[in-house]
């Protein structure tokens, strides 16, 4: 059976080993660098920050100087069970199209009406429609872009019983912005690393998860920005 101070150590090189190779970083940097350069990068690294720190200090208390195998010191279980947590969600995170998100994906062909389309995001509660031409995505279709521009329209004067009859989603999609607001992402991405999307661009309110992260890959799952607190949640707890 382990001493606390091996399941210490076991952790900590976990997390170092990890980080400096998801993020190749030299190995002449300081544990201590790497943390803070992790921390734009990693939402578990940026949520652990402080802890991730002390536990450098510590592990450098623990070990003799010059001596990894000579235990000086033993960590409080509570010290051990945390790092050993951090590591785990480091090395091996969820996944987020297992945990979170709207696997009943709805999607619309461009030529759909602008009605119709507020007739089924009504009936459905989705606000999130992915928009594609024959087999290709081209847009994502957001209930509140979508209020804002009938908005618009009636500043304009424009009578949007025709307006939403007689108009396609194709034929808007100019109108609802740029592409910043979604992003694709393949069958792997983790919840971590949602999160760090969402958390890097302010603009971003849709995810679409793809097997292989392509525009022209059938939807696998959708993950929007209410999907936030449930992720934080799912890594407080995991």
């Given amino acids: 059976m382990k001493s606390n101070a091996e399941r210490f150590i076991t952790a900590f090189n976990n997390i170092d080993y990890s980080l400096r190779i998801i993020h190749d970083f030299k190995r002449s940097m300081s544990f201590s660098d790497v943390i803070r350069r992790s921390v734009v990068l990693n939402s578990v690294v940026r ?6 720190i002390d536990y ?5 208390a ?20 945390k790092i050993e947590k951090i590591a785990e969600l480091i090395t091996q995170p969820p996944l987020a199209i297992n945990r979170v998100g709207n696997k009943d994906v709805i999607v619309i062909d461009q030529n759909i009406k602008i009605a119709d389309c507020m007739e089924l995001i009504h009936r459905t509660g989705y606000s999130n429609l992915p928009i594609y031409e024959q087999d290709r995505l081209i847009g994502v279709l957001n209930a509140r872009k979508l209020l804002n521009l009938l908005g618009m329209k009636v500043g304009e004067g424009v009578n949007l019983q025709d307006f939403v009859t007689n108009v396609s989603i194709g034929e808007i999609l100019q109108y609802l912005g740029d592409d910043y607001y979604y ?3 393949d069958e792997n991405l983790t919840i971590d690393s949602a999160m760090n999307y969402f958390e890097n661009n302010r603009k971003l309110l849709v995810i679409l998860i793809t097997r292989d992260g392509k525009e022209n890959g059938k939807p696998l799952s959708i993950i929007s920005g209410s999907d936030i607190i449930d992720m934080q949640r799912i890594l407080d707890i995991y």
């Fill in 183 to 185: 992003i694709i992402a």
């Fill in 56 to 60: 450098g200090r510590l592990r450098n």
């Fill in 47 to 52: 949520k652990y920050e402080e802890d991730l």
């Fill in 62 to 81: 623990i070990v003799h100087q010059g001596n990894s195998k000579y235990i000086i010191a033993e960590p409080h279980d509570e010290v051990v069970n």
